[in-house]
Nanobody, 124 residues
Framework: QVRLVESGGGSVQAGGSLRLSCTASGSARNSGCMGWFRQAPGKEREGVAAVRVVGGGTWYGDPAKGRFTIALDNTKNMLYLQMNNLRPEDTAMYYC?????????????????WGQGTQVTVSS
C-alpha cells in the first residue's frame, strides 16, 4: 500500500512559478513509476510528467515540456514538480500518483495509487 500526500499548490499570476511536493509512504519503491496528473473542471485527467523509480527516466506531456521539471528523491520518498512560466490554462487540481507503468508513463490507467490533490490557480 502506498499513501501519497501533495502540497505546494496555490494561486499565482501568469508567468509565476510553483513547486509541488508529494510525500510517499509505504511501498513507493515497489512502484515502477511516479507521476503528476492534473484535472480541470469539465476535463479529463491528463498526464503532466512521470519518472521511473529505478533509472530515473522522465516523460512530459506536451503542455509541460520546457516549463515543468519532475524530480524524484528516493532517499526521502519525495516527488517534486517545479512549474515555471505558469499560464492560466495550467489551472487545475494536481495529483501525485504511483503505479507500475508497464506500458505507458502518462496514462492514468497505469497508476493505482493517488493522492488527494493540490489546487493550482493561475490568474492572467
Amino acid at each position: 500500500q502506498v499513501r501519497l500526500v501533495e502540497s505546494g499548490g496555490g494561486s499565482v499570476q501568469a508567468g509565476g512559478s510553483l513547486r509541488l511536493s508529494c510525500t510517499a509512504s509505504g511501498s513507493a519503491r515497489n512502484s515502477g513509476c511516479m507521476g503528476w496528473f492534473r484535472q480541470a473542471p469539465g476535463k479529463e485527467r491528463e498526464g503532466v510528467a512521470a519518472v521511473r523509480v529505478v533509472g530515473g527516466g522522465t516523460w512530459y506531456g506536451d503542455p509541460a515540456k520546457g516549463r515543468f521539471t519532475i524530480a524524484l528523491d528516493n532517499t526521502k520518498n519525495m516527488l517534486y514538480l517545479q512549474m515555471n512560466n505558469l499560464r492560466p490554462e495550467d489551472t487545475a487540481m494536481y495529483y501525485c500518483a504511483a503505479g507500475l507503468c508497464a506500458a505507458t508513463m502518462l496514462n492514468p490507467s497505469e497508476y493505482n495509487f493517488w493522492g488527494q490533490g493540490t489546487q493550482v490557480t493561475v490568474s492572467s
